[in-house]
Nanobody, 126 residues
Framework: QVQVVESGGGSVQAGGSLRLSCTASGSGYSRHHYMGWFRQAPGKEREGVAAIDFSGATTYAASVKGRFTISKDNAKSTLYLQMNSLKPEDTAMYYC???????????????????WGQGTQVTVSS
C-alpha cells in the first residue's frame, strides 16, 4: 500500500505563485514509481496537469506548460508542483497520484495511476 498526502494549496491573486507538495509513504512505495499531479475544477472532469518518472523525465498539459514545474526529491519521497503566473482558470482541487510501474504510456491519464491523495485546494482570484 502507498499513502499519498498533498499540502501547499491556498488562495492567491492572478499572477501569483504557489508550490504544492506531495509525500508518498508506505511499504509499497518506491522511488521508481511514476508520479503525477491532476486537478478538478467545480463541474468539470479531473484532468492531468504534469507527471514525472524516476529519471526526472516530465510531461505537461498544454495549459500549464511554461508556467508550472514538476519535480521530485527522491530522498524525501516528495513530489512538488511549482505553479507560477497563476490564472483564475487554474482554480481547482489538486490531486497527487502515484503509480507502481516505473513507466506509463499515457502519463496524464487518470486510469494510469493506482494511488491518490485527498487533494489540496488552489484558488486564484482575478
Amino acid at each position: 500500500q502507498v499513502q499519498v498526502v498533498e499540502s501547499g494549496g491556498g488562495s492567491v491573486q492572478a499572477g501569483g505563485s504557489l508550490r504544492l507538495s506531495c509525500t508518498a509513504s508506505g511499504s509499497g512505495y518506491s522511488r521508481h514509481h511514476y508520479m503525477g499531479w491532476f486537478r478538478q475544477a467545480p463541474g468539470k472532469e479531473r484532468e492531468g496537469v504534469a507527471a514525472i518518472d524516476f529519471s526526472g523525465a516530465t510531461t505537461y498539459a498544454a495549459s500549464v506548460k511554461g508556467r508550472f514545474t514538476i519535480s521530485k526529491d527522491n530522498a524525501k519521497s516528495t513530489l512538488y508542483l511549482q505553479m507560477n503566473s497563476l490564472k483564475p482558470e487554474d482554480t481547482a482541487m489538486y490531486y497527487c497520484a502515484v503509480e507502481e510501474r516505473p513507466w506509463v504510456q499515457w502519463p496524464l491519464r487518470l486510469d494510469e495511476y493506482n494511488y491518490w491523495g485527498q487533494g489540496t485546494q488552489v484558488t486564484v482570484s482575478s
